[in-house]
C-alpha cells in the first residue's frame, strides 16, 4: 500500500457512482414549502448563478469553466430537464437536473439544495420528486454519482433513497480555487494548499 502525492493545487476524490434499477414502490411525497420550477432553456449566466449558490460549498465547478455553447448545448438539450427549487419568496434554493440522453436511463446529473436548508428534511423531498420525474415510462436504470468532496452525508443518503453502489474510482483536477473559478473561502472543511510551501508538507 503507498501514498500518492497530490499537488498543492491539485485535489483528489473517491467517487461512488450508484444505480436504481427497478423502480421504487409509490409513497407519499414528503410535503415542503418548496416547489419545483422547470426551467426551459434557461440562459447560461442564470444557470450558472445557481448552480454556483447550491455547489461552492462542495467544489463544484465542472459547468462554470465550460464554454457556453458548450453548456447550453447540454442543458437546452431536449433530453435533459432543469428545475429550480424555489422557496414560498421565490428565491432559487436548490436545483435539479435529468439527463435521459442515453436510452432507457436517467442520470440524476445534479441535485443539491443550499446549505442553510440542510437538516430540515428538504433533501427527502427532493429526492422524492426526482425518482418521481425520473421514472417515466420507458426507463430502467436510474443512476448518479458523488464523492469525497461532496456532503459527508451524501453518500448515505443516496443508499438510504434505494441506490445501490457499483463502481468507485478516483477523480484528480485543478483545485477550482486556485484557478480562480470559486473564491478561495469556498469549502473552508476542504483544506486550502495551493498557497501553501511544498516544503511545509509532512509526511
Known sequence: MGLIAVPHDQLATIVTTLEMIRRPPLRPIPESPLQLVRWERPDADKYRTLFRRVGAPWLWFSRLVMADATLLAIIHDPEV???????????????LELDYRYAA???????????ELAGHGHGRWLMAQALALAWRRGITRVWVHTCSLDHPSALGFYRASGFT??????????DPRATGVLPVNSAPQIPYLAGACPADSRR
Open 105 to 115: 436511463q436517467c442520470e440524476l446529473s445534479y441535485v443539491g439544495l443550499v446549505p
Open 165 to 174: 453502489p457499483i463502481r468507485r474510482t478516483i477523480e484528480t483536477f485543478a
Open 81 to 95: 430537464a432543469v428545475f429550480a427549487v424555489v422557496d414560498r419568496g421565490g428565491v432559487e434554493v436548490g436545483m
